[in-house]
């Protein structure tokens, strides 16, 4: 059984982590310095990816601003579809759904044309009501600040690819 580290092997590390001393030389303290690279050089920058035809091509990492903006374009895109989902909902729960009368046959032209153009300007009512939710809400408020944050992200890493 052997009482401690091997001689040799620690030697070689010191070598390796210190490449100033030389072969015959040995570190002038009585303990191991061994210095280990920094966490920030062992995550690489690149890694390679494969899509589902089997082209493989390197993945930038995404630096903390734009993973927070990434994050945040998720956050809004996220946001646009659960309003728009949201907006069909309403529409559908104020759209008359009656369809034909079932009197309808039997009415006189005069009628059925008045029933008709009621149903019309009702389904317009509520139609005109949701999409002007929708215009307002994401049209207007969140669409432009989803693709100001697109933007952002994609800009900042055309300006980067072309420094580096």
Request: avoid cysteine; aromatic fraction near 4%.
């Amino acid at each position: 059984m052997s009482e401690g580290p091997d001689p040799k092997v620690v030697n070689e590390a010191t070598k390796v982590a210190n490449p100033n001393i030389g072969a015959s030389e040995t570190p002038k303290s009585s303990k191991t310095d061994v210095r280990l690279p920094s966490a920030q050089s062992l995550i690489p920058r690149t890694t390679i990816s494969a899509d589902l035809a089997g082209n493989v091509k390197d993945v930038e990492k995404l630096d903390p601003v734009r993973k927070a903006g990434m994050q945040l374009a998720m956050g809004v895109g996220s946001l646009i579809a659960i309003v728009s989902i949201m907006v069909v909902v309403h529409w559908m729960a104020t759209a008359p759904w009656t369809g034909v009368p079932s009197n309808f046959s039997s009415m006189k032209a005069d009628d059925a044309k008045a029933v008709v153009e009621n149903l019309k300007s009702i389904s317009d009512l509520a139609a005109d009501r949701s999409i002007k939710i929708f215009d307002a809400v994401v049209s207007r408020a969140l669409l432009p600040v989803f693709t100001a944050i697109l933007g952002y992200i994609f800009g900042s890493r055309t300006a980067s690819s072309e420094r580096g």
